[in-house]
């Protein structure tokens, strides 16, 4: 035992003096194996982090240079950081999973079983014509369906890998620079701060209460603090408090996160509630077809058999045979020969109708409501993510369109996140922001500047012969440089002369963020910067303009209250800048008592108060407006001051006037926080601001208004904003401020954090579900015509007008090619003037059933004539018998087909008189309605033989042409007729339960 244990660090001395495979002082597999098994023992081997980093020729300070060979040279020795992806099925896959579905399943059986009687009876010729025309038509159907599943599963890799693909900022030669995740290399020196996450596996440089979520690793919810005793950074991992920065070791494939994701896949295939809802409206309706395609079997049947169903000569097709006892013995072979021949023509004329009845069910069965909704929503989440929306969560498209509500941020969602220093209080007046620091009083100067460079998360870079600096950080911390640099301010010559204790990072519960320095001479300073209000109550004093330290008495302390408003009224920005000075004694020396030491923040010393400039993004008045008009309320939730909210508030047309600027439609959220549930609950409504509001107060509000039975979507950039998105109907996280937390608590990202994009959302989501309604009114009026036409021919007459194949190319418009055609329809500002649909809303709506009824009973009417009064109607009489019926089963099917291609256009406006509106500007659907058009003409021309058509003269095609076109008139005339506006169902629902009440009295 004794021997291992001291065997046991000596092998780990060898194991990293190995000699590594590349130029770098240290190979892949030792510095993967330290990281991923927190191998301290091994680290400090080697030197600790700064050995490490020596060993990999990076400098802690300036990471690793800047140049393309070297970067490529790390990739090559140490992988890059990405990882492979999980294969997707092929489009093979896809196709026999089409295959698989029972009705097509159904149709190719009777193909196979059509297509040996066919040639049994009608020799190879002909026979094999109606059965090569089902399996045609069923093959068209299964590749169809086939591609567009496939393609929606390549569109939603592509978008998963683009929500991987994170953007950061790592230090090279010095400056920071913003990188793609997948170009983070071994040697980099990345900042960590709150809500980033950690992009590969490294080792802790510098961090100060550095917090990190390592559930997504170990499924332990607990937050580790990480120090020099415990430095090993897990890739994939978030950061939940503090800030630091970190030394990457290990990259993609070799980290323990890059195994993680590239074994799974996040195609869970999860149905939309929409997708559920039309599942039930797919069942229902299709039980209905199945029972009308079985009646219709059952009447053919005993048509049939009782001898009314006719050869197109008028003779019987079966008689059954009356025989005597006196001619049993004489007649015997002749019967059986007879009652054999009748039995096969029966059982052949049986097959037919079993085919028929098949291709009802599949034309009864709406199929295609499912395709249709897969392809909305991949057309949507494509057109939105280059509208700048990345969607998450497939759902989140269609609850857009029902929220009621947006409770939005202020800073670089409403206005353009553009901060400037623009006013300024120093020495306890106002002076000119742009004044340098010579002309300032030296104490005062100092500890300012002193302040600006080391309490911040930002950096400034100065480029060799370059007179222009490169400031890195938020906006407000490049604002607030960028003014310090315009003072005077050397920022790395300051950092250099003081030394960071501790610090204590900006807080969006406390609204401030401070920094504990050790200067030279063994003093300690410790700098507060934060909301200008906050740090003036925590202030006892401040620098005079003679660089004297003046008590804030009340007179004072009112005229800096004063001039935080004024500049709040001018809706800017207010930060204060504060320091005091601390003992050392009173500093804490070891370790773990430093990370867990709170800052003083009394007794401080005012410095500075600015006002920094946020401007409105151009065009967001019209924006909110645009949201008013559609019955969605904008609210503003934001952390700054009440006046400066109220002033941006004003700016945009959220607050319309002076007079809606007070409570309760501007509120803080302190006073907002202390109502209680039912209070809150009751003021929710009427907010429209609410100012210096924490995380808490937001979900509050989300929490109040969903009670108040709202759709609520949220938007948020911050770690802290995770639950309120969490909780919202929708969470809209912003792409460019928003941390990695925000964004995996959201929904849907917005790639530009610009509120006109969260409006466009709100538009694709009402359009998901306009178009879905356009599919459904389309296809169930399709459904019910041909259900009433065969039923209502199957009893007259005893055949049904549209034979097996004609019918499956009906279905083949109305499933794919119709789907496709109103899945593409953008959104249009129409939608914008209606009210959000509730969220249980009937599906069909009373417009709908209007459109719908109109349609099927024009179709049915139309064809029903044709089949039993086509021929005199058409002047066929004085043709023979067998070439008129064929004449005039072609004009029906041709003129059904067309209607079909018409009602496309009735659909896409189902509200609106004129259907043609914008229709140009889609060429998609065009180009479906040509091609459409195009296989009607080849079908009904020069494919009679699968078919059973034949060709029309020009005066045939016109009056098809003239009865399709004639379902357009209808529908606008149908389109005078009012709907009430309660819901048809729940009208009948409220009738039949008024006649149940009456009859329970009577009774």
Known sequence: MLKDSLCFPLRKIIAFQSKPSGDLGIGKDELCTMTRDHDFGALEQIGGVKGVSDLLKTNLEKGVPEDDADLLKRKNE????????????????????????????????????????GIHTEGIKRGWYDGAGIAFAVIIVIVVTAISDYRQSRRFQNIILEKRNIHLQVIRGGRRVEVSIFDVVVGDVVPLNIGDQVPADGILITGHSLG??????????????????????????????????????????????????????????????????????????????????????????????????????????????????????????EIISNSVGVVADAVDVVIKILSIM??????????????????????????????????RRLSACETMGSATTICSDKTGTLTLNQMTVVSTF?????????????????????????????????????PEGVEDVEVSGSPTEMAILIWGVKLGMNFATVRSESTVIHVFPFNSEKKRGGAALRLPDSQVHIHWKGAAEIILALCTG??????????????????????????????????????????????????????????????????????????????????????????????????????????????????????????????????????????????????????????????LLVQALKKRKHVVAVTGDGTNDASALHEADVGLSMGIQGTEVAKESSDIVILDDNFASVVKVVQWGRSVYANIQKFIQFQLSVNVATIIINIVAAIFSGEVPLNTVQLLWVNLIMDTLGALALAT?????????????GRRAPLITNIMWRNLLIQTIY????????????????????????????????????????????????????????????VTKNHLFMGIVAVEIILQFIIVEFNGKFTSTVGLNWKQWLISVAIGFMSWPLAFVGKLIPVPETPLLKFFSRRFRGLRNYLRTIC
């Open 212 to 333: 990190i979520d390592e559930s997504s690793m170990t499924g332990e919810s607990k937050i580790v603090h990480k120090n020099s005793r415990n430095p090993f950074l897990l890739s994939g991992c978030k950061v939940a408090d503090g800030c630091g920065t970190m030394l990457v070791t290990s990259v993609g494939i070799n980290t323990e996160w890059g195994l993680l994701m590239g074994s799974i896949s996040e195609d869970t295939g999860e149905e939309t509630p929409m997708q559920v809802r039309l599942n039930g409206i797919a069942t229902f309706i299709g039980i209905v077809g199945v029972a009308g395609a079985f009646g219709v079997l059952v009447v053919l049947l005993i048509r049939f058999f009782t001898g009314h169903t006719k050869n197109p000569d008028g003779s019987v097709q079966f008689r059954r045979g009356k025989t005597s006892a006196d001619d049993a013995a004489n007649g015997a072979i």
């Open 542 to 699: 401040y620098i005079d303009a003679n660089d004297h330290i003046v008590p804030m008495d009340e007179d004072k302390k009112s005229f800096f209250k004063q001039a935080i408003d004024d500049m709040a009224a001018g809706s800017l920005r207010c930060v204060a800048i504060a320091y005091r000075s601390y003992e050392i004694e009173k500093v804490p020396v070891d370790e773990e008592q430093l990370t867990q030491w709170a800052l003083p923040e009394d007794d401080l010393i005012l410095l500075a108060i600015i006002g920094l400039k946020d401007p409105c993004r151009p065009g967001v008045k019209e924006v909110v407006q645009l949201c008013q008009n559609a019955g969605v309320k904008v609210r503003m939730v934001t952390g700054d001051n009440l006046q400066t909210a109220k002033a941006i508030a004003l700016e945009c047309g959220i607050l319309s006037s002076d007079e809606n600027a007070m409570e309760p439609y501007l509120i803080e959220g302190r006073v907002f926080r202390r109502y209680s549930e039912e209070e809150r609950k009751a003021i929710a409504e009427d907010i429209l601001v609410m100012g210096r509001s924490s995380p808490n107060d937001k979900l």
């Open 426 to 462: 120093i020495g306890g007046q106002k002076i000119d922001p742009l004044v340098s620091k010579s002309e300032l009083p030296l104490m005062l100067s100092t500890l300012l500047i002193e302040g600006i460079a080391q309490n911040t998360n930002g950096s400034v870079f100065v």
């Open 825 to 837: 329809e953008p959104p249009t500002d129409h939608l914008m003037h209606k009210p959000p649909v």
């Open 78 to 117: 140490f992988g890059s950081n990405t990882y492979p992806q999980p294969k997707g099925r092929s489009f093979l896959g896809f196709l026999w999973e089409a295959c698989q579905d029972y009705t097509l399943i159904i149709l190719v059986v009777a193909a196979v079983i059509s297509l040996a009687l």
């Open 358 to 391: 098949v291709a009802i069910v599949v034309v009864a069965v709406p199929e295609g409501l499912p395709l249709a909704v897969t392809l909305i929503l991949a057309y949507s989440m494509r057109k939105m993510m280059a509208d700048k929306a990345l969607v």
């Open 859 to 918: 179709q049915a009417s139309v064809v029903l004539v044709l089949a039993f009064r086509g021929r005199s109607l058409l002047g066929l009489q004085h043709q023979s018998a067998e070439h008129a019926n064929k004449v005039n089963h072609t004009i029906m099917f041709n003129a059904f087909v067309l209607c079909q291609i018409f009602n496309e256009f009735n659909a896409r406006k189902p509200d609106e008189k004129n259907i043609f509106k914008g």
